[in-house]
């Protein structure tokens, strides 16, 4: 028996090999693997979708992998349920959290693992038990609050109280700082630091590179739902992680600077000067939850103009974006396109007075699924394509034909529903709609995401394409090489304002980074 | 003397009320659309009054009308969350099941499509409106029960604990290992039972069994259940005000202040006015009439 | 997803064309499948109920069809009963494209038929048909359409659900209307108005002399009318683009500058008005005067109607042809089993369709 134990201290903590994962026709993890060591902090980091998630709700037993090795301080745990994750001390705090927000604190954490008093909830020794947990670990919140009151940084303590009491010896973190302002992340590395000299196991999910060099003891590097690296943090460096991360794309991310330079285009100092076509002053925004998520922004864009926003996700980005387009209450400010005060406008008001958008979420917003290509082409302008009340059918067909062939959509038949292509043929719809439109300005929001590199490549043509024209287009990108390809001025957005602007010619990865991270509070230290 | 004999009248018009509320409470706080009341009351009806029948007992026929109140309100959750079916869709089909089904064997059984012939029951048939009636009904006494042990069960206890998070949050819930759908399972066999028991209430306070003999009344728990903001005792309350509106019509009959039709008006447009919010928005379980996953 | 980047593109091509049209054979199994299952669990249940009753369900189902289409008179109730259920099974269908569940048929059809009553009751007796058709057409579309644009706007202004508020407005509509005729409108010892004699509506035993004692009506061909209508506004026009956008993906028809609010409200009250406009065929095709309850439940199984009929007018008006066959097969074999009998069979149609529906999909998404 002690044998046992012993060979299963020398084991790894984690050991994930060549694990499957698929939904449907998406492979999330096509021969993952991961190894982490006991009483490290180990940094899981990939771009968006590149399957980081996924892989850890399969170790959190939340998904059964369909192949692959699993163990878990060396004992198999190959398609566990989240109870045995649970009782062999694997936790998950998930990006969204998992908490019942009609149940207090105590109540969550406790979930599932009640504590009676003959058959009755014992509140009053759970509301102990966590509040000697949270004092124990430093992670303050009042036990018996309603967890919809919690603001989201105390219901992420809520979320890693709720593992640690299940007794997790080892804590998987998914995107934990997303949701926090820079004083919570400090605590929560403070917290992480604490558990990792109690020996217990962090694994931490993340695309930011300065969260990895500060936290980190290891790295994995995940790319299209593969492992592609293992690196010691104090080995390695941000570049070199990044390099990584985008592998492949790297290179794509060079031939778009080599494509075309930017800072070359001698005009870009005197176009700024003129009228803008698109001019926001002041705008505020707020979020789902009423917060404010953007914060008093002002900027312009001239013609022939591409302004790129450069950002970590959730800084404020995609509520801009749907307020300038008119699917988001403006809470102050104005927005005008060429003149023209579009702020009290409906989306197909700013359609006609020349506002064209290609959103963030092309499966919720850009596109009806089950819609034709036909149909999905002429979406947000069918009031343009009609004879009486009647839609003039004709035109449609015409249109899809003259664009599937202009964009290359594949299959090239009009009536398939747009649910069966690919999702560059997809995004295709979306942009041939959107830039053969009559429009002045452009809104493009991750223009290529989850599109394959070919792809890419057209559609950033098409962009710097309707540059040339003399279009005003805003760019907001998860992909630095892309802003830094395409833009002609650069901003940063972090907490809902931009920490900074500049033209392309000063941008750079690492000019840009600190901004990004908050790191560079006010000016000056760009340059 | 009139006040007692309107609040046992009262009582009496709303025990049926309070079970069907009951368990509607506990089906839609589990995320499971409770539209199929009528029919789960119906069919304890139905099954309550046979098995008195058969049996000679009434307590024989309480068993009966649980088994038949559960057994169509398992019917309704495994198609709602083994095959993943509309719950709207199915609720209704569900009603018009029972009011089939329950004619059907009544011709099979009774040879009649109208009524059962006599079964045994609580209380005397024609039992006055003094309080002694109150005593030979058992189910009047359980009904008032079940408001507080509902209201036990789900504040207070694991079980209650999993089917409030279930069906706000069943994510949530499947992460920390509870098993969603047999919390839900269990939510809807408690919900049968309880709207069983609210049919067997009439049909063995009448010593009959009569077609459609629910009229409308699971439809009246389960605004009441809209109205309480899905909480036993808020629920219970709202089962009270419905019955006591109905008693005041009754009791007011000869003299025609009010038409009948607008005293039965008010649960339905109470609820229709908590929903729009007027007063402070009755705001539904969050992951109500979604299927797990 | 990347077929087109990683073999050669005339492969690809095909490839993707394939599936293309495996999609679409796809989408019409969708359609289909579930329907023939159901039918199939239906035999199954009708089989073990008539076994029950000791009757031998072969018999008990040729019964049934001669009962319904093995003759004129009852071809003609089949075709009336299935004319409201068309009405019904459009208003179910048209809300359920704007992703709305209208569980008020049952009261828009009654304040449909309510309505019409009432102005045929003010109009001059003798005017004929022709004339009176539209304005009673009007009169129903307003009366079902303002029972269910009230859910709609209750909506889309306040976030009310509509499935809870329909049902409500269902007893509340009906107690209303209940309360005029028995208050205030009877013909002593009925529940009835008295007779309308405005404009009646002729019966089809007026053409064809087979259908004599049936109550089929010309109203059957308004009905067949409503469902071209529906399905060219639908599939035709820009609202009926925007309304199905809606249906499917709120968020992408507001992206798309659709007014998501007010096509919830117009859905509703359109729904409505297609509800009322069946009341005509009882009132004034049939009776000649409004009687209170007459829906009887033909708004209810307008849900069932649009569930099976998948929400195409097409598929509607089949789906109401066989409904409304069970129906009045139900009173052909009453003799040897209870007409009830297919009340539970409409039912576990329903049930069955609606858990076979998201079953089918999987298998038919996992299949490609």
């Not at chain 1, 009609?102 to 759970?126: F, I, M, P, W, Y």
């Not at chain 1, 102990?128 to 036990?143: D, H, I, K, M, N």
């Not at chain 2, 789900?154 to 069943?170: D, F, K, N, Q, S």
């Not at chain 3, 202004?157 to 005729?181: C, D, K, P, S």
Request: net charge neutral; glycine share 10%.
């Amino acid at each position: 028996m002690s044998g046992v134990e012993s060979n299963a201290t020398a084991a790894p903590a984690i050991r994930l090999a060549d694990i499957h994962k698929s939904f449907g026709p998406v492979l999330a993890n096509r021969g993952a693997s991961l190894e982490v060591a006991r009483g490290e902090i180990h940094a899981l980091v990939g771009e968006n979708g590149a399957g980081k998630s996924t892989l850890m709700r399969v170790l959190s037993g939340m998904y059964a992998a369909e192949s692959g090795v699993m163990e878990v301080n060396g004992r198999d745990a190959a398609g566990w349920s989240t109870a045995a994750a649970i009782d062999a001390g694997v936790g998950m705090v998930h990006q969204h959290f998992m908490l019942v927000p009609t149940l207090t604190v105590a109540e969550n954490v406790t979930l599932g693992r009640e504590l009676t008093k003959n058959g009755q909830l014992d509140r009053h020794r759970a509301e102990r038990e966590v509040a000697e947990l949270s004092r124990a670990t430093g992670l303050a919140v009042r036990p018996e609050r309603l967890v919809a009151d919690l603001s989201v940084g105390e219901a992420q303590r809520v979320e890693i109280l709720k593992t640690l009491y299940r007794g997790a010896k080892i804590l998987i973190l998914d995107e934990p700082t997303a949701v926090l302002s820079p004083p919570e992340i400090a605590e929560l590395w403070q917290v992480l630091r604490q558990m990792r000299a109690r020996g217990e196991t962090i694994v931490l999910i993340t695309h930011k590179l300065d969260e990895v060099m500060e936290i980190s003891d290891a790295i994995t590097v995940m790319r299209h739902g593969r492992t592609v690296g293992h690196l010691n943090t104090s080995e390695t460096t941000p570049a070199e992680i990044a390099k990584a991360m985008v592998g492949r794309d790297v290179q794509l991310a060079m031939n778009y600077l080599a494509e075309q330079r930017p800072a070359e285009r001698t005009d870009s100092g005197h176009v700024t000067e003129s009228t803008p076509l698109l001019e926001v002053r002041n705008l505020v925004v707020n979020d789902v939850r009423r917060l404010t998520a953007v914060d008093a922004v002002s900027f312009g864009i001239a013609a022939g103009e591409i302004l790129g926003i450069a950002g970590v996700e959730g800084n404020g980005q995609t509520e801009l974006l749907e307020a300038l387009a008119g699917l988001r209450e403006v809470r102050g400010g104005t927005i005008e396109i060429a003149r023209r005060d579009v702020t009290p406008l409906s989306v197909k008001e700013r359609g006609d007075a020349g506002l064209s958008h290609i959103p963030e979420d092309r499966h919720a917003r850009g596109l009806i699924l089950d819609y034709s290509i036909a149909e999905n082409l002429i979406l947000g302008q069918q009031h343009r394509f009609t004879r009486g009340v009647r839609l003039d059918n004709e035109r449609i067909q015409e249109n899809a034909r003259v664009q599937i062939d202009a964009f290359d959509i594949r299959p090239p038949d009009a009536s398939v529903p747009a649910r069966a292509l690919s999702g560059g043929n997809q995004q295709k719809i979306v942009i041939a709609r959107e830039m053969s439109r009559a429009f002045q300005v452009l809104l493009a929001a991750q223009p290529t995401r989850g599109v394959d590199v070919g792809a890419i490549e057209f559609i950033h043509a098409r962009l710097r394409e309707a540059r040339d024209a003399g279009k005003a287009i805003l760019l907001v990108s998860a992909d630095l090489a892309e802003i830094l390809a395409l833009s002609d001025r650069i901003a940063v957005m972090y907490g809902g304002k931009f920490a900074t602007v500049m033209p392309r010619s000063q941008a750079s990865e690492e000019v840009l980074g600190p901004y990004m991270t908050g790191a560079t509070s006010g000016r000056g230290h760009a340059a | 003397m009139i006040i007692i004999a309107f609040l046992v009248q009262t009582l009496r018009i709303a025990i049926p009320y309070l079970f069907a509320a009951i368990g509607g409470v506990v089906s839609e706080r589990s995320g499971l659309i409770a539209i199929g009341l009528e029919g789960y009351m119906l069919s304890g009806a139905f099954c309550g009054a046979l098995a008195s029948y058969y049996s000679g007992s009434a307590w024989v026929g309480l068993l009966g009308a649980m088994a038949g109140g559960i057994a169509v309100a398992l019917l309704y959750a495994v198609t709602v969350i083994r095959f993943r079916a509309d719950q709207v869709v199915v609720g209704i089909a569900i009603n018009l099941l029972v009011i089939g089904a329950t004619r059907f064997f009544l011709r099979l059984a009774f040879h009649s499509s109208a009524n059962s012939p006599r079964v045994p029951g609580f209380g005397a048939e024609q039992s006055g409106t003094g309080v002694g009636a109150l005593a030979h009904n058992p189910l009047i006494w359980w009904g008032i029960f079940a408001v507080p042990l509902m209201s036990w069960s789900l504040y207070r206890t694991p079980i209650g604990l999993w089917i409030r998070a279930v069906g706000e949050h069943p994510a949530a819930a499947s992460s920390v290992g509870i098993r969603v759908n047999r919390v839900r399972y269990v939510a809807a066999a408690w919900s049968g039972m309880f709207a069983g028991l609210g049919g067997a209430y009439l049909a063995l306070d009448q010593h009959q069994f009569s077609a459609e003999m629910t009229a409308g009344r699971g439809f009246i728990a389960l605004a009441a259940v809209i109205f309480g903001r899905w909480d036993p005792f808020r629920a219970a309350l709202a089962c009270l005000l419905f019955a006591a509106a109905e008693t005041l019509q009754i009791q007011l009959q000869g003299a025609q202040i009010i038409p009948s039709q607008f005293v039965e008006m008010i649960p339905y447009v109470l609820t229709i006015v908590a929903l729009a919010g007027v007063v402070g928005r009755a705001v539904p379980p969050a992951a109500l009439g979604k299927v797990a996953e | 997803m990347s077929t087109t980047s990683t073999t050669d593109t005339t492969t690809s091509h095909r490839v993707v064309t394939v599936a293309a049209s495996a999609a679409r054979r796809a989408a019409l199994e969708e359609a289909i499948l579930p329907a023939i299952v159901a039918l199939l669990v239906a035999a199954i249940v009708g089989d073990i109920l008539i076994l029950s009753f000791g009757q031998n369900p072969g018999t008990v189902y040729r019964l049934l069809l001669e009962g319904t289409w093995g003759n004129a008179y009852g071809l003609g109730q089949v075709l009336y009963k299935a004319t409201t259920l068309s009405f019904t099974g459009l208003a179910v269908a048209v809300g359920l494209r704007a992703g709305l569940f209208n569980i008020g048929a049952e009261s828009q059809l009654a304040a449909g038929g309510f309505a019409a009553a009432m102005v045929g009751l003010i109009l001059p007796s003798g005017l004929p048909a022709l004339v009176t058709l539209p304005v009673y057409l009007v009169a129903a579309a307003i009366g079902g359409g303002v029972v269910g644009g009230i859910p709609g706007v209750l909506k889309a202004r306040f976030g009310a659900h509509e499935v809870i508020t329909t049902i409500m407005l269902n007893f509340v509509v009906l107690a209303l209307l209940n309360y005029f005729v028995a208050a205030h409108m009877r013909v002593a010892d009925s529940l009835h108005t008295a007779e309308i004699h405005a404009g009646a509506l002729p019966p089809l035993s007026a053409f064809v002399s087979g259908f004599h004692g049936s109550a089929a009506n010309v109203v059957i061909l308004v009905a067949l009318l409503a469902a071209i209508v529906t399905g060219w506004f639908l599939f035709r026009t820009r609202r009926g683009f925007e309304l199905r956008a809606t249906g499917l993906q709120p968020l992408a028809a507001e992206y798309g500058g659709v007014d998501v609010r007010s096509v919830w409200w117009r859905a509703m009250a359109l729904s409505g008005a297609l509800a009322g406009m069946g009341g005509l065929n009882y009132v004034l095709g049939y009776k000649h005067y409004y009687e209170d309850a007459f829906a009887s439940g033909a708004g209810f199984l307008g849900i069932a109607v649009a569930i099976v009929g998948r929400n195409h007018p097409l598929g509607v008006v089949l789906a109401a042809l066989v409904f409304a066959t069970m129906s009045q097969g139900g009173l052909a074999v009453n003799a040897v089993v209870p007409k009830q009998m297919v009340d539970v069979l409409q039912a576990v149609v329903i049930i069955a369709v609606a858990a076979s529906v998201p079953e089918v999909r999987r298998m038919l998404r996992r299949g490609r």
